[in-house]
């Protein structure tokens, strides 16, 4: 008998046979792992404030928004504007989206509400449980790693009292460790809603958990970010040390097509590199 005809016996046979090569020592349980790919599992659990029929609809203030948005797509491509629609539902709730949103952008864009599913599961931008009035994402990736996150968020924990993937009982912080923010430069970091806060240490961290306790996070600095030891952007300790003036574009000659024709063997000179 082939053994294609019966998967599953014999897949259950060499389930065995490797328990049998097993090493007597061999632990009986793996880790569990800690990293959080998202605030949420793939599929929906219905809560008290969270059911289809959970009412949700969108501002007058925020329909002007969604008009506008939607003004940027063709009439019979209103999905492309599910995303950006279900950002500003998002904002709208606090920070995360309940599924009476989803199903309210589903209508708008005149799709069937699990397309909009697919969409807000997918992206680990969207919050489908709750989360803290200050959603803090603490990169754990190997940059951030090696610079220190792991002591950033034991001393995280340890002030708010939670664990990765928990909310503070008074809703104020939601803590979760996530993959790279592409702040590597300025390890390690965070992303406190929408704002980077970088090149963190125990103490500047707690500095800033305080901070916006009293509801006066730190302002973002020019470049859109804010890193906590006082340098500016990604500018080592020297300060900056270069592009002081911005570079002369190379020169081109205005003539180089007015034949109409360019020679395959002068193309670089003509396309001036």
């Known amino acids: 008998q082939h053994p294609s005809l019966f998967p599953t016996t014999t897949m259950l046979s060499a389930a065995r046979l490797l328990t049998r090569r097993l090493p007597s020592s061999a632990p009986a349980a793996v880790a569990v792992q800690t990293r959080y790919m998202g605030s949420a599992e793939s599929f929906h659990i219905n809560t008290p404030d969270n059911t289809p029929e959970t009412y949700f609809d969108f501002t007058e203030e925020n329909y002007k928004f969604v008009t506008k948005i939607l003004s940027k797509y063709p009439a019979n491509y209103k999905q492309s504007g599910i995303i950006p629609l279900l950002d500003l539902a998002q904002r709208q709730h606090g920070g995360w989206l309940p599924v009476a949103a989803m199903d309210k952008v589903a209508s708008i864009v005149e799709a069937a ?57 008074d ?24 704002d980077y806060y970088e090149c963190l240490t125990a103490k500047t961290i707690v500095e800033l958990l305080e901070a916006c306790k009293e509801g006066k996070p730190p302002a973002m600095g020019r470049w859109g970010s804010l890193p906590m030891n006082g340098q500016v952007s990604c500018e080592g ?35 001036s590199y």
């Open 171 to 194: 809703g104020m912080f939601t803590l979760l460790e996530v993959e790279c923010l592409g702040a590597c430069a300025n390890a390690p970091m965070i992303q406190l809603n929408d």
């Open 237 to 271: 300790p020297l300060g900056k040390t270069s592009l002081w003036e911005v570079p002369a574009p190379p020169k081109v000659d205005v003539e180089r097509f007015k034949g109409g024709e360019v020679d395959p063997a002068s193309v670089k000179e003509h396309m």
């Open 113 to 169: 509400p699990t397309r909009v599913y697919e969409v807000a599961s997918f992206y680990t931008m969207f919050n489908r449980t709750k989360v803290g009035k200050y959603f803090i994402q603490l990169c754990g990736t190997t940059p951030c790693m090696i610079c220190g996150s792991e002591d950033i968020k034991k001393v995280i924990e340890k002030h708010l009292g939670i664990k990765n993937g928990e909310t503070t009982k």
